[in-house]
Every structure is written in C-alpha cells, then in structure tokens.
C-alpha cells in the first residue's frame, strides 16, 4: 500500500486527491501547511508527496529544498505557477515531477506509479527499522540481519507485501500450510508469529511491525 502526503492548502483540492487516492488503494496524510507536512514526515512512512507550491508560511518550495536535504522521498509539485522560472525552481528544489493543474486523477497517478517503480532499490522493502531483500530472501532489522525458518519468512512475506491489509489466520494457514488440504490447527500460526516477533519486535508485547486483528488475524505496520 503506497503511503501519500499531500500538503495542499486549497482544502477542496487536498480532499479530491484523498479522496481519489484512498479508493486506489493509497494510504493518504493531508496537510494543509509545511508545519503539519513535517509533523507527518516525522511520525509517518511517507513514500510519495504531492506538494503545492503557494503554501501559507513557508513555502511549498522552501519546505521541499529543506526536507530532501536530510530525507529522500520523491517529491511532485502540482500547482497552478507555469511559468518557466516556477518550473525550474520546482526542479531546483529537488522535486521528481513538475506538473500544472489541472490534471486528469488518473494521469496523476500513472506518475506516481511511475515515480514510486523507479525509486525502488530492486525488490526491496525498508520500514521504520526493517529493511526485507525479497529476492534473496534476506531481513534486517535495526542493521543486523536475522536469519527466519521458511515458515517465518512465508509469514514475513505476505504480511509485508499486502501491507495495511488485515491477513486472516485461515489465508495464512491455506498459503502455508494448507496446500495439499491437510487440516493443521490454527494454533500454528500463533506460534510462529510469536517466534517472529520475538526476532523482528523490540518489544513483543507492543508490536510495530505484526499487529493483532482482534479475532480476525494480523496486519503489518499502520
């Protein structure tokens, strides 16, 4: 699930692009200023922004040259300046992407997409303090690599990729366990996800990363 901020300060734009983004799939901050922009950037895991440039107090512009200077995190200046000297300023700043309103929804997020693909590191997932090398099925956490039995990693993997989901007990146990239609009691995956807990959580018993769906299963990260 890509995680968006939008720092918009015309509040029916900011809710159209939530809006629109959410039932694609997003997670979506909104922020009507820098000051809250970097309240979010701090306590969240922002992958994209969609930034303005005409913002209240600081803006749009300073916000953005300040924050890639300590944060890499693609950024996309949609606004109404089309003038040539706004246009390289935007790049100037560090932005990816320097796009004019209006703009269709659907184009805007083609270049997102496109943005987000090719700022991946290959098939590699960094959050908070995990960082997940799908294709050599390797994971560190805090900067040291934990080794996972297959069943934990298989566990790791789906929980991961379908990030934001809830992951029910009964997918687990089909996607793992299940696939000859063997019964095998859900207690299984209990234990295995206390086991990776305990390699991956710095305290199990407020979890970061694999959080319990009450009754349901489990989901990973926000």
Known sequence: MPVLLVIEDDSDMNNALCVYFQKEGYKVYQANNS?????????????III???GLPGESGLSFIHRLLKDKKIPVVFLTAKDEEEDILKGYDAGCEEYIT????????????EAILKRNMCGNILCYKEIKIDYDKRRVWVREREIKLTSKEW???EILTQNAGRIITRELLLQRI????????????????????????????????????VFGVGYTFGE
């Open 35 to 47: 000051f809250e922009a970097e309240r979010y950037l701090n306590e969240k895991e922002i992958q």
């Open 154 to 156: 298989k566990i790791l």
């Open 177 to 212: 366990w299940d696939i000859n239609e063997n019964f095998v009691d859900e207690h299984v995956v209990t234990v295995v996800i206390n086991r990776l807990r305990k390699k991956i959580e710095l305290d199990t018993k407020s979890p970061v990363y694999i959080k319990n």
């Open 51 to 53: 930034a303005d440039i």
């Open 101 to 112: 309103k209006p703009i269709a929804p659907k184009i805007l997020q083609k270049k997102l």
